[in-house]
T-cell receptor, first 111, second 110 residues
Framework: SQQGEEDPQALSIQEGENATMNCSYKTSINNLQWYRQNSGRGLVHLILIRSNEREKHSGRLRVTLDTSKKSSSLLITASRAADTASYFCATTQGGSEKLVFGKGTKLTVNP | NAGVTQTPKFRVLKTGQSMTLLCAQDMNHEYMYWYRQDPGMGLRLIHYSVGEGTTAKGEVPDGYNVSRLKKQNFLLGLESAAPSQTSVYFC?????????FGSGTQLSVL
C-alpha cells in the first residue's frame, strides 16, 4: 500500500501565484522527499527533508515537515509555466531503503 | 555521464510473450529499483537491489523477476506477459536516499 497521499490531486493556478501541495503519511519515517515529473518523463528529485528537520528551502521551493501530524507541504513561490508537472512525495521507513511514493499532485500553471 | 539508461523505450507484447527490460547506470550506485506507474496509482515498487548479486521484493512483485549480475545493470523480466502488466516502467538508482530515474519504458500487452 502507498505510504504518502498528496492533496490536492490537481491544482490550477496563474503564473506568479504560489502553489501549495500537501502530503500525509501513515507511519514514522526516516526522511521525506519531493519529486517532479514532467509529462512523459522520469521523476526528478527536488528536495529531501529528514525527520529531525522542520523546514527546508531550495530556490523557490519551501518544504515543511510536521512529524506530529505526519504531514509535509511543498510550496512553490512565484510559479512559472515551466513548473507545470506532477509532484510526488516519497518516504522511507525504519531501516528500509525502499522509497514509497504517493499518487501525486498535478500542477498546471497558466501563462 | 548518461546517468540511468533504460532500454527499450517502447514495446508491444502479446499475452504470454516474455521480455527483459534493461537498466544501466554509470554512477556506481549500490541501490537500484524498478517501479511501475499506472494512471491514478502513482509509482509502485516492483523489486529492488541493495548491491550486486542481491534482489528483494517490493510492493507488487508478482509476475516479474529481476537480476543484478553486475553492479551497473538491473534487469526486469516478464516471463509470461499479461494485459495487467501494461504500464510505464521506471528504473532508478540511489545515492544517499536520493533517487535518479531513467526516462521510462512504455509497455503494452495485448
Amino acid at each position: 500500500s502507498q505510504q504518502g497521499e498528496e492533496d490536492p490531486q490537481a491544482l490550477s493556478i496563474q503564473e506568479g501565484e504560489n502553489a501549495t501541495m500537501n502530503c500525509s503519511y501513515k507511519t514514522s519515517i526516516n526522511n521525506l522527499q519531493w519529486y517532479r515529473q514532467n509529462s512523459g518523463r522520469g521523476l526528478v528529485h527536488l528536495i529531501l527533508i529528514r525527520s529531525n528537520e522542520r523546514e527546508k528551502h531550495s530556490g523557490r521551493l519551501r518544504v515543511t515537515l510536521d512529524t506530529s501530524k505526519k504531514s509535509s507541504s511543498l510550496l512553490i513561490t512565484a510559479s512559472r509555466a515551466a513548473d507545470t508537472a506532477s509532484y510526488f512525495c516519497a518516504t522511507t521507513q525504519g531501516g528500509s531503503e525502499k522509497l514509497v511514493f504517493g499518487k501525486g499532485t498535478k500542477l498546471t500553471v497558466n501563462p | 555521464n548518461a546517468g540511468v539508461t533504460q532500454t527499450p523505450k517502447f514495446r508491444v507484447l502479446k499475452t504470454g510473450q516474455s521480455m527483459t527490460l534493461l537498466c544501466a547506470q554509470d554512477m556506481n550506485h549500490e541501490y537500484m529499483y524498478w517501479y511501475r506507474q499506472d494512471p491514478g496509482m502513482g509509482l509502485r515498487l516492483i523489486h529492488y537491489s541493495v548491491g550486486e548479486g542481491t534482489t528483494a521484493k517490493g510492493e507488487v512483485p508478482d509476475g516479474y523477476n529481476v537480476s543484478r549480475l553486475k553492479k551497473q545493470n538491473f534487469l526486469l523480466g516478464l516471463e509470461s506477459a499479461a494485459p495487467s502488466q501494461t504500464s510505464v516502467y521506471f528504473c532508478a538508482s540511489s545515492l544517499g536516499g536520493r533517487l535518479f530515474f531513467g526516462s521510462g519504458t512504455q509497455l503494452s500487452v495485448l
